[in-house]
C-alpha cells in the first residue's frame, strides 16, 4: 500500500482546508486510516482515524468539532476536514493506515504541511 497526501497550503486563523490522502496498492488491506501531524520542535500527535466502514476514532481532544475525516473507500481516499483553523494548528499532516493484522498504522504517506497563520 502506498499513501499520498495532498491538500496543505497556508491559511489565515479562521479558515478551512481539506487534506487528502489517495491510497493505492493493496488497499482491500487498509482496515483503518488516519491522520497524524508533527509541529515544530513537538512529537507527532494522532488526530483523527477512521475504520473502513466508516467509524471514526478521535485521537486529539485540540480538534474536537473543528476536524473531521471521512473516507471514500470507491475512490481509495481519505480526507481531512479543518475548519476554524488555529495557529496552533500549523504543522505537517501525514496520514497512515493499518493493514490487515497489524496492531497499529504501519504504512506511512508523505507529510504534507498546514500553515495557519495569525
Known amino acids: 500500500v502506498q499513501l499520498q497526501a495532498s491538500g496543505g497550503g497556508l491559511v489565515q486563523a479562521g479558515g478551512s482546508l481539506r487534506l487528502s490522502c489517495r491510497a493505492s496498492g493493496s488497499t482491500d488491506s487498509t482496515y483503518l486510516m488516519g491522520w497524524f501531524r508533527q509541529a515544530p520542535g513537538k512529537q507527532r500527535e494522532s488526530v483523527l482515524g477512521?475504520?473502513?466502514?466508516?467509524?471514526?476514532?478521535y485521537h486529539q481532544d485540540s480538534v474536537g468539532g473543528r476536524f473531521t475525516i471521512s473516507r471514500d473507500n470507491a475512490k481509495n481516499t481519505v480526507y481531512l476536514q479543518m475548519n476554524s483553523l488555529k495557529p496552533e494548528d500549523t504543522a505537517v499532516y501525514y496520514c497512515?493506515?493499518?493493514?490487515?493484522?497489524?496492531?497499529?498504522?504501519?504504512?506511512w504517506g508523505q507529510g504534507t504541511q498546514v500553515t495557519v497563520s495569525s
Open positions: 477512521i475504520t473502513r466502514n466508516g467509524a471514526v476514532r
Open positions: 497512515a493506515a493499518a493493514r490487515a493484522g497489524a496492531t497499529e498504522y504501519d504504512v
